[in-house]
């Protein structure tokens, strides 16, 4: 039984260590990020505001103190703590005209531990060119092109 304890606390200690470090990258990702995003005219993340899964919407977005599904990760990730074994979700929703918002979330209860991963994506394609010469005068066939934000999250 004592082998058994220290395996367990040797685990523990590697867990705590790889925590910390992914942390620090994490928050540096994040700094990062918000450089980029600063400025006038800027609307980075907005697509994240856009609702994960079907219970939290049902609720009126009041889902941060009650999450306790894989969705959790998008809401408050402190309620993967409270997942039990392994689950996973996914959700399309597409909107008005070819635009959409699609999330892949999968988490397990290893031990003590709970490991989820996520990612969600927002998409706007054929949108159509305009010349900035002509303003918004018909062009023949300037083509088209699409927009993709995407966040990958951790816990």
Known sequence: ??????????????????VKGSGLA?????MATASFASG?????????????GARAPALGGA?????????????NPAGL?????????ISYNAYFKDTASQFLG????IGACTLAGAINLFAVKD??????????????DLG??????????LG
Request: glycine share 6%; aromatic share 6%.
């Open 106 to 109: 999968y988490g397990q209860k």
């Open 1 to 18: 039984m004592k082998n058994f304890d220290m395996k367990m606390e040797n685990a523990m200690k590697k867990i705590r260590s790889a």
């Open 26 to 30: 994490a928050l540096a990702l994040v």
């Open 63 to 75: 889902f941060s103190a009650l999450a306790d599904d894989i969705t959790a990760i998008h809401y």
């Open 127 to 140: 949108i159509e060119k305009r010349s900035v010469s002509a303003g918004d005068a018909d062009k023949p």
């Open 40 to 52: 006038p005219g800027t609307s980075a993340g907005q697509f994240l505001r856009i609702p994960v």
């Open 81 to 89: 703590a409270q997942l039990e074994g392994k689950e996973a979700a």
């Open 144 to 153: 088209t092109f699409k927009a993709q934000d995407m966040a990958l999250s």
